[in-house]
């Protein structure tokens, strides 16, 4: 079975553009969250998805947002990017809500 | 609320001496507690997790940890290093109706030859 697939792997973008982010879960797994991971922070999480509606959110600014499709893929957009988005950006996918979590490669984001 | 500390920012092994790596966590319920690995340049690999049923719990590629309730910890440990291990490694907690995962900060394993 396919694991988690990010798309882009890799992202520059400059302060004040946008930027959407893509995760395909494993096959059947209805459940997707998302994490940023920076030398800072760490892991942090972001928001999950499930059956489409956001479960549960972390701290921060409204500048970052999700969505899930039905077909269960995610997206996660940050809108007016700051230099410390700059960060690797991990999604992972589960079966439901209570299962173990999958992580995909993740998406390096690069912001000058 | 739950919490996560890892007690060692870099551990260093020789290959072939055993690993430990130390987690104490802090939970309002029963928690679940998973171990995961980083390799440079990839996302996380789940090597074990616990779920209320066996306090010892046994993953991947050799390695296994302990649940000790009373001790609130989570060591992860590995009889034999090897150079593939070397990586970091995180402790994770998840509780109660909180699905987010909490996670500690990390710990870096060396293996020297």
């Known amino acids: 079975k396919a694991g988690v697939t990010q798309t882009p792997r890799y992202l520059i973008k400059t302060r004040g553009q946008q930027v959407t982010l893509s995760c395909s879960p494993i096959?059947?797994?209805?459940?997707v969250s998302w994490y940023q991971q920076t030398p800072g922070q760490g892991l942090q999480f972001l928001f999950e998805?499930?059956?489409?509606?956001?479960?549960n959110k972390g701290n921060f600014p409204g500048r970052f947002s999700g969505r899930q499709f039905s077909n269960s893929r995610s997206e996660m957009n940050v809108s007016t990017l700051e230099l410390g988005d700059s960060a690797l950006y991990l999604c992972a996918s589960s079966l439901g809500q209570t299962e173990t979590q999958y992580f995909g490669p993740g998406t390096r984001l690069l912001v000058l | 609320a739950q919490s996560v500390t890892q007690l060692d920012s870099h551990v260093s092994v020789s290959e072939g001496t055993p690993v430990l790596l130390r987690c104490n966590y802090s939970s309002s319920y029963s928690p679940s507690l998973f171990w995961y690995v980083q390799h440079p340049n990839k996302g996380l690999q789940l090597l074990l997790k616990y779920t209320s049923a066996a306090t010892l719990v046994k993953g991947i590629n050799g390695f296994e940890a302990e649940f000790k309730k009373s001790e609130t910890s989570f060591h992860l440990t590995k009889p034999s290093a090897h150079m593939s291990d070397a990586a970091e490694y995180f402790c994770v907690v998840s509780s109660g109706s909180a699905r987010q995962l909490t996670f500690g900060s990390g710990t870096q394993l060396t293996v020297l030859p």
């Open positions: 998805y499930f059956s489409e509606t956001q479960r």
């Open positions: 096959s059947g797994h209805r459940s």
